[in-house]
C-alpha cells in the first residue's frame, strides 16, 4: 500500500493491487460561500491541488477542513474560512445544514455549512502551512461552473444546503 496523499482531515491510498481509496482521519466541515450581490458569479470556490501525483492542475472545491481537537464544527468552519479564503466571517453570516457521511461505510462526520458572505472582510488568507494550502487559491464562479466541477464533496455540499433552505 502506498500513501499519495494525507491532509490531515483525510489521506489517499492506492493497495498493492491498484485499488484508490480515502481515509478519513478526523471529523471536518465544509461551506459553501455565495454572496447574492455579486451577478453571475456568486460562489466563491477554492482551487486546489490535492497532490502532484494525482492531479497536475488545481481542482475546484469546496473550502473544507478537518476539526482540531477542542473545536465545535463552528469554529472549525470559521477558521477554514479565513484559513483557505482569507473570509473574516461571523457567526450569524454561517448557516449550519447537518451532518453527512462523504461515503458508505465512514465512520468520520462532515458538518455542512453555508455562509452569505456579503459586507464580509477579508485578509490575506494564512492557510495551514501545508504544502496544497500554499499552492491553493479562492475565485468566484457562477453556479454553471459549480455545477461542472468534478469535486463530489462540493456537490453533496450544495445539495444538502439547498435542501436544508428549501424545506425551511
Known amino acids: 500500500m502506498t500513501q499519495l496523499y ?29 454572496d447574492p450581490t455579486r451577478g453571475d458569479k456568486p460562489f466563491l470556490l477554492l482551487h486546489e491541488q490535492m497532490s502532484a501525483k494525482l492531479v497536475g492542475t488545481p481542482q475546484l472545491c469546496s473550502l473544507a477542513g478537518s476539526m482540531d481537537a477542542g473545536e465545535d464544527p463552528l469554529q472549525t468552519c470559521l477558521r477554514e474560512l479565513r484559513e483557505e479564503a482569507g473570509a473574516v466571517v461571523l457567526s450569524e453570516m454561517v448557516v449550519y445544514h447537518g451532518p453527512m457521511h ?3 461505510g465512514c465512520s468520520k462526520v462532515t458538518h455542512v455549512f453555508s455562509a452569505n458572505l456579503q459586507g464580509c472582510g477579508f485578509v490575506k488568507p494564512v492557510g495551514d502551512g501545508s504544502e496544497v494550502e500554499e499552492n491553493a487559491f479562492v475565485r468566484w464562479h457562477s453556479l454553471k461552473e459549480l455545477l461542472a466541477t468534478e469535486d463530489a464533496l462540493l456537490l453533496a455540499t450544495l445539495a444538502k444546503a439547498k435542501y436544508h433552505l428549501d424545506s425551511k
Not at 485499488?19 to 466541515?29: P, Q
Open 6 to 34: 494525507d491532509g490531515g482531515w483525510f489521506s489517499h491510498h492506492v493497495t498493492d493491487d491498484g485499488i484508490e481509496y480515502l481515509a478519513e482521519n478526523h471529523d471536518g466541515i465544509t461551506c459553501l460561500c455565495y
Open 102 to 104: 462523504t461515503y458508505k
